[in-house]
């Protein structure tokens, strides 16, 4: 497809700014995908960088004061022993991902390779996430992701309470940065965690719950998946719900 001219571009951005009265916030979510089909198609006479479609995520966001970065964060948590992980890590798993993501994935923690490597879902599960994200048409640097705790667990056990303590408080900053508008949570411990809430993933997954304003969809953990293949059509329709509702009203644009 040839460069689109800047006074076409111009009349394609006004006409979405118009359409059907919308907020701002999906206004900018469709300026957002037009910028970046711009960048694939080859457009000229706009600036449809990167770093413009992340600084243009920025507006209209929630009001309140200048949010931390996700390096100020890290670089507070530092070379971390406020719990009893610390001894036996090899890596902080902080997380991976954009900065400015709208779907933040969570997990429960790092496991082996997680730990040796420093990154978050990088083993067999880790796999099984990212075959997950292209099916609903996204990629690993599109998307957040993240675990409740950032230090491998003992033999994969769950995290205990005072490990959670030390740790969910840079979470909570974590996403408060990123200030998505979704997150999935992959798991019974993620979902329990964050939702505060005692129900088994069976009962949690399938439906919407809110957290500080931000949407979560709890579903089954990829590492489950592995040992239960067949609760993996329940997954699929949970990321069909996910897809929906990241697509909005978009529809009436196209």
Same mark, same amino acid.
């Given at each position: 497809?040839? +460069?689109?001219?800047?006074?076409?571009?111009?009349?394609?951005? +006004?006409?979405?700014?118009?359409?059907?009265?919308?907020?701002a916030a999906d206004t900018l979510e469709q300026i957002d995908r037009t910028l970046r089909l711009?960048?694939?198609?080859?457009?000229?006479? $706009?600036?449809?960088?990167?770093?413009?479609?992340?600084?243009?995520?920025?507006?209209?966001? %929630?009001?309140?004061?200048?949010?931390?970065? /996700?390096?100020?964060?890290?670089?507070?948590?530092?070379?971390?022993?406020?719990?009893?992980?610390?001894?036996?890590?090899?890596?902080?798993?902080?997380?991976?991902?954009?900065?400015?993501? &709208?779907?933040?994935?969570?997990?429960?923690?790092?496991?082996?390779?997680?730990?040796?490597?420093? &990154?978050? $879902?990088?083993?067999?599960?880790? %796999?099984? #996430?990212?075959?997950?994200?292209?099916?609903?048409?996204?990629?690993?640097?599109?998307?957040?992701?993240?675990?409740?705790? &950032?230090?491998?667990?003992?033999?994969?056990?769950?995290?205990?309470?005072?490990?959670?303590?030390?740790? $969910?408080?840079?979470?909570? *900053?974590?996403?408060?940065?990123?200030?998505?508008?979704?997150?999935?949570?992959?798991?019974?411990?993620?979902?329990?965690? /964050?939702?505060?809430?005692?129900?088994?993933?069976?009962?949690?997954?399938?439906?919407f719950h809110d957290w500080m304003g931000i949407q979560v969809l709890p579903t089954y953990h990829? +590492?489950?998946?592995?040992?239960?293949?067949?609760?993996? *059509?329940?997954?699929?329709?949970?990321?069909? /719900? #996910?897809?929906?509702?990241?697509?909005?009203?978009?529809?009436?644009?196209?």
């Amino acid at each position: 497809m040839g +460069a689109v001219d800047a006074g076409s571009a111009e009349k394609l951005l +006004a006409g979405i700014a118009m359409m059907h009265q919308k907020s701002a916030a999906d206004t900018l979510e469709q300026i957002d995908r037009t910028l970046r089909l711009m960048a694939e198609k080859g457009v000229v006479g $706009f600036d449809c960088t990167e770093k413009s479609i992340q600084t243009m995520a920025m507006w209209g966001r %929630r009001p309140g004061p200048v949010r931390e970065s /996700l390096e100020e964060i890290e670089a507070d948590i530092g070379d971390c022993r406020r719990c009893s992980l610390s001894k036996n890590r090899t890596h902080i798993v902080f997380g991976a991902g954009d900065p400015c993501a &709208k779907l933040v994935f969570l997990g429960e923690g790092p496991g082996f390779e997680e730990d040796r490597q420093g &990154k978050p $879902f990088v083993g067999p599960a880790g %796999r099984l #996430l990212t075959r997950i994200i292209e099916a609903i048409q996204l990629t690993r640097d599109r998307v957040y992701i993240c675990n409740v705790v &950032k230090c491998r667990p003992p033999e994969n056990r769950n995290p205990l309470p005072d490990e959670i303590n030390a740790c $969910f408080p840079f979470l909570e *900053r974590q996403l408060q940065a990123i200030a998505p508008r979704l997150i999935c949570a992959l798991g019974t411990f993620a979902a329990q965690t /964050l939702l505060g809430s005692g129900q088994p993933i069976s009962a949690m997954r399938g439906r919407f719950h809110d957290w500080m304003g931000i949407q979560v969809l709890p579903t089954y953990h990829p +590492a489950y998946l592995l040992r239960n293949p067949e609760k993996k *059509r329940e997954v699929w329709e949970d990321m069909k /719900l #996910l897809i929906k509702r990241m697509e909005g009203d978009t529809v009436n644009h196209a």
